[in-house]
């Protein structure tokens, strides 16, 4: 069998990769470079998946803030494993042409940490995260309008502090796959696994 042989342009380490390609995304205008679609399941199995904002990474995790009462929270502390997607754009006519896949094991921040980050939220967005009792069915829209109004009053002149059920959360992936489009469907695929120390990694076909 062949050797193995990086792909020009990549790099031993997959954080030192994902960093490259963000940063490749972002200067070419990419309006969803910090966004990833995380999915969780069940401890039966049953699989879902949402956007959510990529607050950058810390320790090697990918960090990103929630309601932990929301589904996601739900399912995350029953079963805390989630696979993420990013999906990018690097090229000038702005069409999707990269993606990164990441599935690992999630942990919470510490509370400090999603105290500190909360305090950097607009005011509103902090009474929003207050007054939503995220996935749980409201009467209408108007209720919304009004609870955020009446909790505004309720902070007037104060600092909000963050919600106990509110924070963030890391992956800590376990494999990355790198994902670019090539001409004629020969696209790019290479994934990482962590091993013991460091990183494997192999070409996929595609
Ligand atoms: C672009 C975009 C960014 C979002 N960012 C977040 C986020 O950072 N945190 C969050 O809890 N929900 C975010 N949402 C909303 C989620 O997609 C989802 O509706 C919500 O978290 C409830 O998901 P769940 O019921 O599966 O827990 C975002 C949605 C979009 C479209």
Redesign the pocket.
Known sequence: MTAFSFPRGFTKDPIDQFRKWYEKARKSGCT?AD?MTVA?ATTDAVP??????F?GIENGGFV????YK??????LNANPRAAAVFLWSSGADKAPNLQIRIEGEVQKLSRAESEKYFQTRERKSQIAAWISL??SPVPNFHFLQQAAAEMQDAYSGRKVPCPPFWGGYAIYPASFEFWRAGKYRLNLRVRYKRRRSGWSAQVLAP
């Open positions: 969803t966004i969780t879902s998946a949402r956007a959510v904002l607050k990103f803030f929630t309601n929301s589904r996601k929270g739900r399912e995220q996935s």
